[in-house]
């Protein structure tokens, strides 16, 4: 009897957070939608995940693309100041187990031809060799975090002290030159735990068979192709991968916006996981009051210092934290809104000339595609060397500065929204992070450099 040919599959194991979850997920789209493969998020929980928005982004995933939870992780046995890295890396590691037999179950009934993790996910390349599966890297950050994390061993051995006590810039192969104490957090503490584990999962990255990553050439063209010179893994950039406009919406947020001049309002939001501390709070509310300009601002409540939440979320109404009589003194001016705002949206209307942004990579991807000039103003994770990336290097960034207590303060505030929104320099990053909008855009044309990277990745995996 002759067998049918089966459709070819790919498991994606995304570590947590939106942040992860999103740029994985329209990865998988183009999968299904250009190349007829069939995709299984295989995504990993603890205690409290998932969460509410992480279920109503995926219950819309087109036709082809499943989603799995695997059983809940325990961590009642770490301690309360666990860093966030070492609590996904031990996440990851403590789902391969579950991950095992949820592959021998999708094996079953499905051709997978590939495993796809992202950059916490290198310890499950095992459970892709057992079934004979080549696994391969989704990375969702820049290729100047890749660079760092590809090279890190060789700076661990090279440098006794910690990075942030290194006297002269860190210089990797084609990249801009960053502080020491820039580095990404999971690399800030050699004595910490989680260094060690970011440590040990960058050492496997040179293992998998290729890594795809959400970036593209006119971005960050000499950083791939010293990437590229590594000889193995070969790297594809396949971005600018970002989330879709949903059709409609009548939020407040939006129904602000459209009563406003074109180019006019200034974006600020920090991520999905960034909070500020109460003194930063003030300073910034006082600063975008002095400005003069309009905002739209996503609020959360304060915390103890200028962190990520990966794992939990204050729940004090923010409001409470704003300068007395602000919202009285900006009303017309400004929109405050709790918690989250639809950013794709906001960063596509035509009111919107200004951004200031945590610097994650995702935010960034989404200005550029949406042609919106940036403040950079980072927290935590790799953000501050993107911050460095998108002002020193591809010049599409203000970065307003800290002073002695690591503070912007209200006029720093005032001088860099005014000089984005109203002033030459603002107008120069406007020009150039258009070119770089027209330049993401013909990446993922058909004949795009981003589309043919795809394309042979594809065609190796059907093959």
Known sequence: MEQTQQT??????????????????????????????????????????????????????????????????????????????????????????????????????????????????????????????????????????????????ELDETYDCEFRDIPEPIKLPGCVPFKGIDVMDGAKDKTNVAYKMVLHISTLYSSAEGILINTFGSLENETLKALNQLGKPPIFPVGPLIQLKITSDDSECIKFLNEQPRGSVL????????????????????????????????????????NATYFEQKIEDPFDFLPNGFLDRTKGLGLVVPSWAPQ?????????????????????????MHGVPLIAWPLYAEQKMNAEMITAGLKIALRPKVDEKFIVDREEVARTVKCLMREEEGNRIRER???????????????????????????MWKK
């Not at 974006?267 to 739209?296: C, I, K």
């Not at 949206?345 to 550029?368: A, P």
Request: aromatic content about 8%; hydrophobic content about 45%.
């Open 267 to 306: 974006f600020v939001s920090f991520g999905s996981g960034g909070t500020l501390s109460h003194s930063q709070l003030l300073e910034l509310a006082l600063g975008l009051e002095l400005s003069g300009e309009r905002f739209l601002w996503v609020i959360r409540s304060p915390g103890d210092a200028t």
């Open 8 to 153: 070819p599959h790919i498991i994606i194991h995304p570590s947590p957070g939106m942040g992860h979850l999103i740029p994985l997920a329209e990865f998988a789209k183009r999968l299904v939608l250009l190349h007829d493969f069939t995709v299984t998020l295989v995504i990993p929980i603890e205690n409290n995940f998932p969460t509410e928005s992480m279920k109503l982004f995926l219950i819309v995933l087109p036709e082809g693309i499943d989603y799995i939870f695997l059983p809940s992780v325990n961590f009642d046995d770490l301690p309360h100041d666990t860093r966030a890295e070492a609590r996904i890396c031990l996440l990851m590691n403590r789902s391969i187990p579950l991950l095992r037999h949820t592959f021998m179950n999708i094996t079953s009934t499905n051709h997978v031809v590939a495993l796809v993790v992202d950059l916490f996910g290198s310890e499950a390349f095992e459970v892709a060799r057992e079934f004979k599966v080549p696994p391969y890297m989704f990375f969702p950050a820049s290729a100047m975090s890749l660079s760092l994390l590809l090279h890190l061993q």
């Open 344 to 368: 794709i949206q906001v960063l596509s209307h035509v009111s919107t000339g200004g951004f200031v942004t945590h610097c994650g990579w995702n935010s960034i991807l989404e200005s550029i």
């Open 433 to 459: 992070i258009n070119e770089l909008k027209d330049a993401g855009f013909m990446m993922l044309n058909e004949d795009g450099s981003s589309t043919k990277a795809l394309s042979e990745v594809a065609n």
